[in-house]
């Protein structure tokens, strides 16, 4: 199993340019979601989706959109990207709700670079 | 609404010396409670969890105790390892339907030979 895994690793984009970060899970898992992970600011929600075709706000959804056509894939969307964009965004994936001892996986991370 | 308040780092310490990194929660209902790690260059993984009042979760030497009455959940180990540097995240679940974590900030641990 490779968990999940995201795509690109790096990236670095121009003010007002687009660009969407894929993750994938092999492990069948029903919740998905997309974080960005700020120096002192620990974890916050972009998105979340609790099965496929859904999708729902987080924290912080702002300038963001995404998707989940395929029940193992979740798309993070930047339309146009801004300077304040700039992060290491994570994205996670989990069994079946009803269970709140359940654990959230984690990919390796992509670190987006805004100009 | 939800939060987790961890303790500034950097926490240095020397090989051998005794961990602990606080964590104190609000929170509606009874959550769930984790500690999850950040190797340098990886995503995070669980490092341990407890599910209700008075649980102990242990992994790797690292044990935490769920504390209802000081909404607490510290994290701490008796013998710490160059290898245990790390960043580490304190997290809820308080059962919403979207099963979020809720995390502290973090705190960075570095550990000397």
């Known amino acids: 199993n490779a968990g999940v895994t995201q795509t690109p690793k790096f990236r670095v984009l121009k003010t007002g340019q687009s660009m969407t970060l894929l993750c994938a899970q092999d492990?069948?898992?029903?919740?998905m979601y997309w974080y960005r992970q700020d120096p002192g600011m620990g974890l916050r929600l972009i998105h979340y989706s609790v099965g496929e075709g859904t999708t729902a706000k987080g924290e912080v959804p702002d300038g963001y959109n995404v998707s989940r056509l395929k029940k193992q894939n979740f798309l993070l969307g930047l339309e146009s990207a801004a300077p304040s964009q700039t992060s290491v965004y994570f994205c996670?994936?989990?069994?079946?709700?009803?269970?709140?001892?359940?654990?959230?996986?984690f990919g390796p991370g992509t670190r987006l670079t805004v100009l | 609404g939800n939060s987790v308040t961890q303790m500034e780092g950097p926490v240095t310490l020397s090989e051998e010396a005794f961990l602990t990194i606080n964590c104190t929660y609000t929170a509606t209902g009874y959550p769930s409670l984790f500690w999850y790690v950040q190797y340098p260059g990886e995503g995070l993984q669980l490092l341990l969890k407890a599910t209700k009042a008075d649980d102990k979760g242990s992994n790797k030497g690292f044990e935490a105790t769920y504390r209802k009455e000081t909404t607490s959940f510290h994290l701490e180990k008796g013998s710490v390892q160059v290898s245990d540097s790390a960043v580490y995240f304190c997290?809820?679940?308080?059962?919403?339907?979207?099963?979020?974590?809720?995390f502290g900030g973090g705190t960075r641990l570095m550990v000397k030979p």
């Open positions: 996670a994936s989990s069994q079946l709700a009803g269970k709140q001892y359940n654990e959230q996986f």
């Open positions: 492990m069948n898992h029903e919740y």
């Open positions: 997290a809820l679940n308080s059962g919403n339907a979207g099963n979020m974590l809720t």
